[in-house]
């Protein structure tokens, strides 16, 4: 079920859809910015957001003060704290062109069922948009790959809620009930509680903190940019940002433990995991 969009009102910078879900078994209400959004179990409703700050509602989450952030690619706003995975499909014109495509494999947990494939798990509030195809879109049973670049393939991903995706992977290794044969309970959906966006970049060894105070700096300030022009301004601080401390880091982690370099790792992806989103949750 597809209930027509909401335009909420906002600033005067392009709306970005989000796809509000459901997938319990009963109703549920919500309401972003006073307006009141209806949604029938296992099904979804757009909802279109421009960049700014916004309110959401509901019986559980309370009250949650939340940013949208320009140039984003909406997503999915998952007010129940479902868990959803993101599936990755391969499609290639031969064999040998599976290497272009790098490594995607990643193991995930359902209900105490471990998962190794093209998979990413998450029960955030925000999902951004990384999917071809949504939560009540099936993958196609066959791809033709047409019109590819000279990667030779292309990549279609999906977004599934868990017990959606048990029953795919099932499909796909020809075995219904081998979830229940691992977890004799079936999925049990876990309770989560919110997580806003967090205060601070990770940590980092002193010889990378000593380069890390514009990144830091800037981060701060993105939590609290409620106008696009102000995001836009400090999105284009960050990527100068960001670039120098490339420089001014690229010889340091030869010289440092193997968990120096891991934390350098997690600052830079949380870094652009974070200010590339479509929407934080105010901390």
């Not at 599936?87 to 209900?111: C, H, M, P, R, S």
């Not at 992977?169 to 999925?187: A, I, N, S, T």
């Amino acid at each position: 079920m597809l209930i027509a969009a909401a335009a909420l009102t906002g600033c005067s910078s392009p709306a970005q859809t989000f796809e509000i879900d459901n997938p319990g078994d009963t109703p549920l209400t919500l309401r972003i910015d006073g307006n009141e959004l209806p949604i029938a179990a296992h099904a979804s409703r757009p909802v279109k957001l421009k960049p700014g700050e916004h309110h959401l509602q509901t019986e559980r989450l309370g009250d949650v003060r939340f940013i949208v952030y320009a140039k984003g690619k909406g997503g999915l706003i998952n007010p129940t704290l479902a868990e959803y995975v993101i599936a990755n499909e391969i499609y290639v014109t031969g064999e040998d062109k599976l290497k272009n495509f790098g490594d995607l494999n990643n193991q995930i947990e359902l209900g105490g069922v471990n998962f190794e494939g093209p998979y990413q798990s998450t029960h955030a509030l925000f999902i951004d948009k990384t999917w071809t195809f949504g939560v009540h879109e099936p993958f196609p049973e066959e791809q033709t790959v047409m019109h590819v670049d000279a990667s030779g393939g292309r990549i279609n991903a999906k977004i599934f809620t868990a017990p959606a995706f048990i029953d795919y992977v099932e499909d796909h290794l020809g075995d219904p009930g081998v979830y229940v044969r691992h977890q004799p309970k079936g999925y049990v959906a876990p309770t989560y509680t919110l997580e806003a966006a967090p205060t601070a970049l990770p940590a980092l060894d002193p010889a990378f903190e000593a380069h890390a105070g514009p990144l830091r700096e800037l981060y701060t300030r993105y939590l609290h940019a409620t106008t696009a022009d102000a995001q836009l301004q400090l999105q284009q601080e960050a990527f100068q940002a960001q670039m120098a401390f490339t420089a001014a880091t690229a010889t340091l982690g030869s010289g440092l433990p193997k968990e120096a370099n891991e934390g350098y790792n997690t600052f830079v992806q949380t870094r652009s995991r974070l200010m590339g989103s479509a929407a934080l949750v105010v901390p």
